[in-house]
């Protein structure tokens, strides 16, 4: 027994110097984009999220009837395609090698001295919050930037109010909740900077009639976590046990949790159901090929512009529906 719990303790020491030293590598990790198309495949891929050692799920699976990518780490390929035989599942290898998505998503700039804050690179969540900052000494009539709250291990987590005059309806961005998505977080301050400078008579149409409320970063712990140890981390950082670290915040609304329904229990069912905002809605970005959600550095900018062309158009919808008449 005492020997059991020394290598215990010795495996546990080795895992935090790992965690705090070096980021988890995804060698020859092959990606899968499967389809799922009946119950009894939906059945085994979810007891393999839940157990299959190794295999990492970058979507969920939740429901018959969609597409989920899964990375296959290599000493479970032949596992895999056992899988895909006896359950006649259909599925695209995407990539044979995940590490040089990884490589390839964040490639630091040549010019990166001469230049500020920008959308050509992903930001780190020290830079992002120093943004915010600074634009709230530059538009002090504007913008105000709280902390709304602390994190388990001790980060704010900032907001970001944007009110042009008073009596306007409000609106509520979050962003960045599942840690690994960074593209979330970079659209979002894309986006406040475009409602603080666009020329575009649409998108200063949004930022004067309406109060925005931003909250780029909402899982700040699992973001730092993305950056420095591991950066498929989805969850939080705080510990259930030592050996299943974090809370899936996006599966913790205390809305029809754990119905089983298509992400019941997410913010924007929270925030329909429960606060009874009357428009709630979750945006799914790029894309459905061999990135995921570890996208490119030089989408950030397309893919925050298709997110704000389709909030200029379903605000406007919206409107038009009664949505924002006051009673
Ligand atoms: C899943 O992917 C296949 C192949 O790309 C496509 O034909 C199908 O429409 C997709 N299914 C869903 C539910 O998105």
């Known amino acids: 027994l005492a020997r059991n719990r020394e290598t215990c303790l010795v495996l546990l020491a080795v895992c935090c110097f790992a ?32 157990y299959g050692n190794g295999y990492v799920f970058l979507d969920s699976p939740v429901q018959s009837r969609m597409n989920v990518s899964i990375l296959v780490p290599p000493h479970k390929l032949e596992d895999y395609r056992e899988l895909e035989k006896n359950l006649h599942l259909r599925s695209q290898l995407a990539t044979q090698n995940f590490q040089s998505i990884i490589d390839a998503e964040n490639v630091p700039r040549k010019t990166k001295r001469s230049e500020g804050f920008g959308w050509e690179e992903y930001q780190s969540l020290e830079a992002i919050y120093g943004w915010l900052d600074e634009l709230a000494a530059q538009y002090p009539s504007l913008l105000a930037v709280e902390s709304i709250g602390r994190t388990y291990e001790g980060r704010d987590m900032k907001l970001v109010k944007l009110s042009h005059q008073a009596g306007n309806p409000g609106i509520f961005l979050e962003a ?20 603080l400078t666009s020329q575009d008579p649409a998108v200063q149409e949004l930022a004067t009639s309406y109060d925005w409320y931003i909250l780029p970063v909402a899982n700040p712990d699992g973001f730092h976590y993305t950056k420095t140890t591991n950066r498929l981390w989805r969850k939080n950082r705080y510990p259930h046990t030592v050996l299943c670290a974090g809370v899936d915040l996006n599966r913790n609304f205390p809305y029809h949790w754990m119905e089983g329904d298509v992400d019941s229990g997410s913010t924007t069912d929270w925030a329909h159901g429960y606060h009874n905002t009357p ?3 979750c945006f799914e ?21 298709e997110t704000l062309d389709a909030l200029i158009a379903m605000l406007a919808k919206a409107k038009t529906m009664g949505y924002f008449n006051r009673t």
């Open 279 to 281: 428009l709630s809605m």
């Open 285 to 305: 970005f790029r894309d459905n090929g061999p990135y995921g959600f570890v996208l490119p550095a030089d989408q950030i900018i397309p893919n925050s512009e």
């Open 19 to 50: 965690a705090q030293s070096e980021l988890v590598r995804y060698d020859n990790y092959h990606l899968y984009r499967v389809e799922i198309a009946n119950q009894e495949q939906l059945n085994v891929l979810q007891h393999v999220e839940l």
């Open 176 to 195: 960045n909740i599942h840690a690994r998505e960074w593209i979330t977080s970079a659209t979002a301050t894309w986006v406040l900077n475009e409602l």
